[in-house]
C-alpha cells in the first residue's frame, strides 16, 4: 500500500532563517506531488504541484519554492522565511485512474511551522 | 472552473443527534466530490467520495453524502454523533478531467460534538 511520510513534523523557526519541508512517497511510482498550506482558522490553499521529475508549477507568488528532485520525493523551501509562513503543511499525492483514484488525493500527516 | 460552498464554518450537535454539513458545488462538466475530514494537527483523511456512480454514497464511520445534481449539492449526513466525530470537515470538488491542478476545497466546517 501507499504511504506518504513528511517531516519534520513541528518546526520552530525565526523570521529570515531558511526552510525546508520533506515530503516521499512509498508505493507508488510517478504519483502527481502537491504542497498544500493550511493558515489558522482558513482552509487549504495549494502551494505547488509536480508531475514529475524536475517540473514544478506554482499556483500563488510567495517566497516559498518547491523542488522535486526524485520520482518519490518532494521538498518545499525558502531562503528567508517570514511570519507569515507560518501555518500546517500538508504534502499530497494523486496516483491516477490507473490506481483507482477518481481524483482523489492522499494527505501526509504534515508539518507544523511557527515562523518567530 | 469549478468552485465549492461550504455553508456553515462552525456546526455545534449533542452527541447521538444527527449531523448535517451542507455542500454546494458548481462545475462547468460532470465532477467528481469528496468529503475529508481532518483532526487537529492531522493530515486529511478520505471519508467518501463521489465519482458519477450511485448518487447516495456511503463512507467510514457511518457517514454517507447524496450528490444532487438539480440543487449541486453534496450534503455530508450522519445519523447519530459520536464524540470522535469533533473534526474539521472539507467538501472538495475535482477539477478538469485529466488537470493535474486536481482538486479545489472549501473552507472547511468545524464540528463540535456536546456531551
Known amino acids: 500500500s501507499q504511504t506518504i511520510h513528511q517531516w519534520p513534523a513541528t518546526l520552530v523557526q525565526p523570521v529570515g532563517s531558511p526552510l525546508s519541508l520533506e515530503c516521499t512517497v512509498e508505493?507508488?511510482?510517478?504519483?502527481?506531488l502537491y504542497w498544500y498550506r493550511q493558515a489558522a482558522g482558513r482552509g487549504l490553499q495549494l502551494l505547488f504541484y509536480?508531475?514529475?521529475?524536475?517540473?514544478i508549477s506554482s499556483e500563488v507568488p510567495q517566497n516559498l519554492s518547491a523542488s522535486r528532485p526524485q520520482d518519490r520525493q518532494f521538498i518545499l523551501s525558502s531562503k528567508k522565511l517570514l511570519l507569515s509562513d507560518s501555518g500546517f503543511y500538508l504534502c499530497?499525492?494523486?496516483?491516477?485512474?490507473?490506481?483507482?483514484?477518481?481524483?482523489?488525493?492522499?494527505f501526509g500527516p504534515g508539518t507544523r511551522l511557527t515562523v518567530t | 472552473a469549478q468552485s465549492v460552498t461550504q455553508l456553515d464554518s462552525h456546526v455545534s450537535v449533542s452527541e447521538g443527534t444527527p449531523v448535517l454539513l451542507r455542500c454546494n458545488y458548481s462545475?462547468?462538466?460532470?465532477?467528481?466530490l469528496f468529503w475529508y475530514v481532518q483532526h487537529p494537527n492531522k493530515g486529511l483523511q478520505l471519508l467518501l467520495k463521489?465519482?458519477?456512480?450511485?448518487?447516495l454514497v456511503k463512507g467510514i464511520n457511518g457517514f454517507e453524502a447524496e450528490f444532487k445534481k438539480s440543487e449541486t449539492s453534496f450534503h455530508l449526513t450522519k445519523p447519530s454523533a459520536h464524540m470522535s466525530d469533533a473534526a474539521e470537515y472539507f467538501c472538495?470538488?475535482?477539477?478538469?478531467?485529466?488537470?493535474?491542478?486536481?482538486?479545489?476545497f472549501g473552507s472547511g466546517t468545524q464540528l463540535t460534538v456536546l456531551p
Open positions: 472538495v470538488v475535482s477539477g478538469t478531467p485529466g488537470s493535474a491542478r486536481q482538486l479545489t
Open positions: 463521489y465519482t458519477s456512480a450511485a448518487t
Open positions: 499530497a499525492w494523486w496516483g491516477g485512474a490507473r490506481a483507482g483514484a477518481y481524483y482523489e488525493q492522499y
Open positions: 462545475s462547468s462538466y460532470s465532477p467528481s
Open positions: 509536480s508531475v514529475g521529475i524536475g517540473q
Open positions: 508505493g507508488t511510482s510517478n504519483p502527481n
